[in-house]
C-alpha cells in the first residue's frame, strides 16, 4: 500500500510545468471543482496553494508551474517519494448544479484550474466550450483531458502556431448565437 502523501506519478508537462499525482484518498474523495489543497514539500517549506486538476478514488492531481523556491524544491521529489504535508480540500466550490451551457476559459497553466471545472460541468449534462489559450502550440498542455471535458475545445494561441487568439476565438463561438453575451473586451 503507498504510503501518506506518497507521489504515485510525476509529468513533465513543459519545462516549467509539472503534474503529480499524491496518494491521499480522503481528500480525493471529499474534492469538488474549484477547491484547491495546501501542502508542503519538506518539514522546513513553504506552504503552497495549488488547485485541485482531477482525483481518482485516492490519488489527488495538481499541476504547479515553477516560479520560486518552494515550487522549485516541490519539483526536485520524485515518483515514490512522500510530500510532508498535504492539506484540504480548502475553498468553496465552483457553483455547477442547475447550469445547461458554459464557456470555460483557461489560459497556460490556468487551464489546469479550468479543466476540474468544465469536467464537473460537462459530467453534470452541461454543454460545455472549452477555451484553453497559450503564447505558442509548443507549451499547450492537457489537450486531451480539457477535449474529454468539454464539448467543444477551442485551442487559441497568441503567436497563431495552434489556432488565433482567445477574443477572436469567442467571439467565433458567439456569433449568431444570441444565448452567448461576452464580456466588454476590456474584460477578456
Ligand atoms: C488558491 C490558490 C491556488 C493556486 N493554484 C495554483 C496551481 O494550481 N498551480 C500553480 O502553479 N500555482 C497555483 N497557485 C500559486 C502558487 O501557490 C504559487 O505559485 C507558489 O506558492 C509560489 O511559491 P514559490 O515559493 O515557488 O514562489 P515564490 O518564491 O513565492 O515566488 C512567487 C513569485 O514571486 C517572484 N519573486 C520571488 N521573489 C522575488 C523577488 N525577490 N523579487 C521579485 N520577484 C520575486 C517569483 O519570480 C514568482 O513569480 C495558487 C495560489 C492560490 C492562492
Known amino acids: 500500500m503507498p504510503e501518506k502523501y506518497q507521489i504515485m506519478s510525476k ?17 480525493a474523495r471529499k474534492a469538488r471543482a474549484g477547491q484547491f489543497i495546501i501542502l508542503r514539500a519538506a518539514p522546513d517549506g513553504e506552504r503552497i496553494p495549488l488547485t485541485v486538476s482531477s482525483t481518482t478514488d485516492e490519488l489527488v492531481t495538481v499541476v504547479f508551474q515553477k ?9 526536485e521529489l520524485n515518483e515514490g517519494e512522500c510530500l510532508q504535508d498535504f492539506v484540504g480540500p480548502l475553498g468553496e466550490p465552483t457553483p455547477i448544479e442547475g ?10 497553466l490556468g487551464c489546469a484550474i479550468a479543466l476540474p471545472v468544465a469536467k464537473a460541468l460537462h ?10 489559450g497559450f503564447r505558442t502550440k ?3 498542455i492537457l489537450e486531451d483531458e480539457m477535449r474529454d471535458a468539454s464539448d467543444n475545445l477551442y485551442i487559441c494561441t497568441d503567436d497563431g502556431s495552434y489556432g488565433g487568439a482567445v477574443r477572436p476565438g469567442l467571439r467565433h463561438r458567439a456569433a449568431g ?3 452567448i453575451r461576452l464580456p466588454p473586451d476590456k474584460a477578456l
Open 11 to 27: 509529468k513533465v508537462l513543459t519545462p516549467d510545468i509539472t503534474s503529480i499525482s499524491v496518494y491521499a484518498p480522503l481528500i
Open 67 to 75: 516560479v520560486g523556491d518552494s515550487t522549485m524544491t516541490l519539483d
Open 99 to 108: 447550469v445547461k451551457r458554459a464557456a470555460v476559459v483557461g489560459g497556460g
Open 123 to 132: 459530467d453534470a449534462g452541461a454543454e460545455v466550450d472549452l477555451i484553453g
Open 138 to 140: 509548443d507549451i499547450v
Open 177 to 179: 448565437d444570441d444565448e
